[in-house]
């Protein structure tokens, strides 16, 4: 079956609105907003988000003081940015750039990057000669060839640290490389040569997986100066947590100037204190780049201790909700310091949510048997299924003929549950019908389904609430047609409004099918029509 050319959806019970955080910055004495946090990607759905990230500046690494700082363990370790006369990192071996550092990208199987945004930036005088090409890095994957890029957006902080941040859209990039890649960031400028000095950059991935949860996936920018005794608090919303059972959630965050050695800087999520192994209720911002209490291992250089510079994704254990509780439609963010200065950029965060999540399955049998042949009867059966976290309701589904099919008329039934029985081809009378203008066949299904909306269907792991229904077409027999392709897939769409959310959900063709790598896939089922047309006879004439 072929992808719908036209998608005639029942009118929904309920009007749907997009999902969208709402981002109101407060703060106390001594934190400044440089540039306000807004929404800079936002998603729903399967999946979730990866930081990739490195330094631009750091200690000679030759000397025992610096190895001995930069191997330092977190939560431990008392060295910082200030103890040390600052330059370059150059790890590439390439004579044309002054400064390089990488890390690498590995993402699980069945992913798909849907969207990525390279952050750089950190401290440097507006009087350095390099000043102007702080917009511009380099970048290349694997062993290929850098490529220079120009940031989107330039933030100048001219309060405390004078230092810039950057950001670009690399989403063609990412996705080009591949699930499993390397990035090399290059020519980054930073003020060197003197001490208490950053500088940094970070690749935020986020992540398609239809074998993960269902997340409510944003990132989110901005900059702010948090001195010492002060706060800085971000409330958002525009997410729902599943009703009954756990809520995980992961938080996200870039930051610059964070000392190891300073303690009463903190991070809470609505009023309690976060933290894991690698990172102090008293000292979250501590230089390290983290992924879920683990130091990211791909790094070239690998620092333990960044001076300076933090990365980390971490995960709070929720299990008594105290965090983030059931049915939970907001959240606040607080970053605070005591003593250190903390310049927080970029603030992620996943968090489950209530979906349903649907399938669509097309089995096919030929009735005669043996090999498909011009005329042959083919009965396909579509399953639709929600093995989501939601109630699916207006359930239904779509499949369109291949253009080498002939509908049967009157082949249309349901297999099961409430709605079992035969189905008329005609429009409003009962669930199903078959379009003739767009040559397909639509059923409503699910508790409460009629001959205008669709129905209800329940969730469950294994798509217990599914819905079967069988109709007919025939092969023709029309040898141009057959001879362009002779095979045919088959795919179905299914699509249910979310019971919690509202939202509308689709399965974009895919299936409960799955291919050799463990992935679902689209096509199943695929059918070779054996024609015996004879090739086709080409002659021209002279000249």
């Not at 399967?46 to 191997?71: D, E, H």
């Not at 400064?99 to 590995?106: R, V, W």
């Not at 702010?224 to 992961?250: H, K, M, Y």
């Not at 950029?345 to 979906?355: F, G, K, L, N, Q």
Request: glycine content about 8%; some cysteine; hydrophobic content about 35%.
């Amino acid at each position: 079956m072929q992808e719908p050319k036209k998608l005639l959806s029942p009118s929904f019970s309920r009007f749907l609105v997009a999902a969208s955080f709402v981002l109101v910055t407060a703060f106390s004495a001594l934190s400044q907003i440089v540039s306000p946090f807004t929404i800079r990607h936002q998603t729903q759905q399967k999946g979730g988000l990866k930081f990739l990230s490195n330094v631009a500046v750091s200690c000679n690494a030759s000397t025992t003081s610096c190895n001995n700082a930069t191997s330092q363990m977190p939560p431990t370790g008392t060295s910082m940015n200030n103890d040390f006369t600052e330059s370059y990192v150059d790890i590439d071996g390439d004579p044309s750039t002054f400064m390089s550092s990488s890390d690498s990208l590995i993402l699980p199987n069945c992913s798909e990057v849907t969207w990525a945004g390279l952050y750089w930036g950190g401290r440097i005088s507006t009087s350095n000669s390099s000043y102007a090409n702080r917009v511009n890095v380099k970048i290349k994957v694997g062993t290929g060839a850098y490529q220079q890029i120009t940031s989107d957006q330039t933030i100048n902080n001219t309060s405390g640290a004078v230092s810039y941040f950057c950001f670009k859209n690399v989403t063609s990039i990412v996705q080009n490389a591949g699930l499993n890649a390397r990035f090399t960031i290059a020519d980054q400028v930073n003020s060197v040569g003197s001490s208490n000095l950053f500088g940094g950059w970070t690749l935020v991935v986020v992540y398609k997986n239809i074998q993960e949860s269902y997340k409510n996936l944003t990132v989110f920018d901005g900059l702010a100066n948090v001195g010492q005794n002060s706060t800085l608090n971000i409330p958002f919303s525009g997410f729902i947590t599943p009703p009954t059972g756990p809520v995980s959630f992961e938080l996200g965050l870039i930051a610059h100037d964070g000392d190891r050695d300073l303690q009463g800087d903190y991070l809470q999520f609505n009023g309690v204190t976060v933290s894991d192994a690698l990172h102090s209720a008293t000292n979250f911002f501590n230089s390290s780049i983290t992924d879920n209490a683990v130091l990211t291992p791909f790094r070239n250089p690998s620092y333990n201790n960044t001076l300076g510079y933090d990365a980390n994704l971490i995960s709070p254990n929720n299990s008594a909700l105290n965090y983030l509780g059931n049915n939970a439609t907001s959240a606040t963010l607080t970053i605070g310091t005591n003593q250190d200065v903390i310049i927080p950029r970029v603030i992620t965060s996943a968090i489950d949510i209530y979906e349903p999540d649907l399938r669509a399955t097309v089995y096919v049998q030929d009735l005669n048997g043996g090999q498909v042949v011009p005329g042959d009867i083919l009965e396909y059966t579509m399953v639709g299924k929600n093995i989501g976290s939601d109630v699916s309701d207006s359930t239904y589904m779509v499949d369109t003929l291949d253009l080498r099919m002939t509908y049967i008329p009157g082949s249309i039934s349901y297999l099961n549950g409430v709605l079992a029985g035969p189905k008329t081809d005609v429009t409003a009378d009962d669930q199903a019908e078959y379009d003739a203008v767009n040559h397909l066949i639509r059923a409503r299904v699910g508790v409460g389904a009629n001959g205008l909306f669709g129905g209800s269907m329940n969730n469950s792991p294994n798509g217990s609430d599914s819905t079967a229904v069988r109709f007919r077409v025939q092969v023709i027999n029309d040898c141009l047609l057959l001879n362009c392709d002779s095979t045919i897939g088959n795919k179905a769409y299914i699509f249910g409004v979310g019971n919690i959310s509202g939202n509308l959900n689709t399965n974009n063709g895919v299936s409960d099918f799955y291919d050799a790598n463990g992935c679902p896939t689209s096509n199943n089922n695929e059918l070779t029509i054996h024609s015996n047309c004879p090739p086709p006879n080409v002659t021209h004439n002279d000249p």
